[in-house]
């Protein structure tokens, strides 16, 4: 159990049974009645945000979560497969577990699998990841007075604005936060 007055950007609370993470949260003490506090918190399920209410001083379940280091083996389309570092187990997750991670994500990457009571509910790639252009058109020099950009394809399928010095078999940096090139992995 948690109080309100524990309540920090971050913080995770289970609503009915679900996990939720608190993305944002205020405080209010209005000039009558009780104080409260009004948050916005994000379904670690389902990626869904919802509005709630609490009265000062609630309190509130925190939910049984694990997170498991795994390694990305591959996709068949829909479902991504991952295997468990430490006992070598095997399983699935659908492209609605991953989110837009999905699109990051190299076969033998170590990913961060979060797990609800014994289930895997979300993926959380790396914050930066090295990948390979495998297509990207030629840049033609005078074109821009200031450094342009131009569409590159990844080896992932991720379509990201790259400069134009850039060619193909090229290992650029990303961030996966933001989906923007960083720069060139010598």
């Avoid at 797990?115 to 020099?141: Q, R, S, T």
């Avoid at 007075?145 to 569409?151: C, E, Q, Y």
């Avoid at 590159?152 to 989906?179: H, M, N, Q, S, W």
Wanted: hydrophobic share 35%; aromatic share 10%; proline share 4%.
């Amino acid at each position: 159990m948690i109080s309100t007055a524990e309540f920090r950007n971050g913080t995770k609370i289970e609503i009915d049974g679900e996990p939720f993470v608190i993305v944002e949260f205020q405080h209010v003490k209005p000039g009558k009645g009780g104080a409260f506090v009004r948050t916005k918190l994000k379904s670690l399920r389902t990626g869904n945000v919802i509005d709630r209410t609490y009265r000062s001083g609630e309190k509130v379940e925190t939910p049984n979560l694990e997170e498991r280091t795994m390694q990305y083996l591959y996709n068949t389309g829909e479902e991504y497969f991952f295997m468990d570092s430490e006992s070598y187990e095997q399983f699935s997750l659908t492209a609605d577990h991953i989110g837009d991670g999905a699109k990051w994500l190299k076969e033998n990457m170590m990913a961060q699998v979060l797990y609800h009571n014994g289930e895997p509910i979300n993926v959380e790639v790396p914050m930066f990841v090295e990948l390979k252009v495998v297509k990207a058109d030629p840049g033609v020099k005078g074109d821009t007075a200031s450094g342009g950009t131009k569409p590159a394809t990844l080896e992932t399928g991720a379509v990201v604005k790259v400069p134009l010095y850039l060619e193909e078999g090229e290992v650029i940096k990303i961030d996966t936060r933001t989906g923007e090139y960083l720069e060139r992995v010598k």
